[in-house]
């Protein structure tokens, strides 16, 4: 066999192996997109049925075989939803609650990290070590004591025991003290010695660098307290101050003790909706705040 048809030979043989990878390639991807798409049908379909179950009148709800799109469209659930539950003080209670508790807890999750970053005092990083370590307790077993805690000084039913308990977050400070670690210390040193304040410097240097960390606690932390449950209906469930998640639970029940779950429905689609809202506009922060937070120190 002659130099050239044994290269002529290797050249088809090259041609089909680089065939047989690129259709290797383009199955394997198809399965994969494939594969997502049923992951997201399967993560979509319960916000579907909440969204078609809102607008079916109850008769229709409660037939044994189920439909997948109502037969009569009743956007009146929604108005019905609103005043039923008093969406709107519910509404007003929660973005207080959210709002100052985000704010307050930003504050000290800021200064925290600061202070364990780059502020040098003894014992820090066995403090640092010991607060980590209250990380692996539940926070249900905190419940009891939390409880006769704020009862002792007189919280109940107010808008103080829903926003001071939780104002301390060790995650929160972990998260941006090791955002603040991936600045570099010369910066601090230099500002030292042009006269620069710790807090200055905190202000202008380093709150800046970290602003997407900053971004991604605010909405962690207010779409916490948009879905808090447990603690609000132990220690505020009085009208005055109850949140959202709280004044769900039986807005909806008729006086023969049914339930309209139509209304309750669309009352959970109106509640969701801001969430929704945030996680797809915002959700690059989230994403680019806690790939930014390292693993530095």
């Given at each position: 066999m002659s130099k050239d048809t044994m290269q002529i030979l290797h050249a088809k043989d090259m041609g089909k192996e680089s065939s047989r990878s690129r259709v290797m390639g383009i199955l394997v991807q198809a399965l994969t997109y494939a594969f997502l798409l049923l992951m997201a049908l399967i993560v979509l379909f319960p916000f579907y049925w909440m969204i078609i179950s809102s607008l079916k009148t109850l008769d229709e709800y409660r037939l044994n075989t189920p439909t997948f799109w109502p037969r009569v469209i009743m956007f009146s659930n929604y108005l019905e939803a609103f005043t039923a539950a008093k969406l709107g003080r519910l509404f007003i209670n929660t973005m207080y609650v959210g709002l100052v508790s985000t704010l307050l807890s930003l504050v000290?999750?800021?200064?925290?990290?600061?202070?364990?970053?780059?502020?040098?005092?003894?014992?820090?990083?066995?403090?640092?070590?010991?607060?980590?370590?209250?990380?692996?307790?539940?926070?249900?077993?905190?419940?009891?004591?939390?409880?006769?805690?704020?009862?002792?000084?007189?919280?109940?039913?107010?808008?103080?025991?829903?926003?001071?308990?939780?104002?301390?977050?060790?995650?929160?400070?972990?998260?941006?003290?090791?955002?603040?670690?991936?600045?570099?210390?010369?910066?601090?040193?230099?500002?030292?010695?042009?006269?620069?304040?710790?807090?200055?410097?905190?202000?202008?240097?380093?709150?800046?660098?970290?602003?997407?960390?900053?971004?991604?606690?605010?909405?962690?932390?207010?779409?916490?307290a948009w879905n808090s449950y447990i603690w609000p209906r132990l220690v505020a469930n009085d009208e005055a101050h109850r949140l959202i998640t709280n004044g769900l639970r039986n807005a909806f029940t008729t006086t023969s003790g049914d339930v309209n779950y139509p209304v309750q429905m669309a009352a959970v689609a109106l509640v969701s909706a801001p969430l929704f809202l945030v996680f797809i506009f915002l959700r690059k922060y989230i994403m680019s705040g806690v790939s930014r937070s390292g693993i530095k120190g």
């Open positions: 000290i999750t800021v200064l925290s990290a600061f202070a364990f970053a780059r502020l040098e005092f003894k014992g820090k990083n066995a403090l640092f070590a010991a607060l980590l370590a209250t990380m692996m307790i539940p926070g249900e077993l905190f419940t009891i004591t939390n409880y006769q805690t704020v009862t002792t000084f007189g919280w109940i039913n107010t808008y103080t025991v829903l926003i001071v308990p939780f104002l301390v977050s060790i995650f929160y400070i972990y998260l941006l003290r090791q955002n603040f670690l991936q600045i570099p210390n010369e910066l601090y040193l230099a500002a030292k010695v042009d006269g620069t304040s710790d807090l200055k410097y905190l202000w202008k240097v380093m709150v800046p660098l970290a602003l997407p960390t900053l971004i991604s606690i605010t909405i962690l932390k207010m779409m916490g």
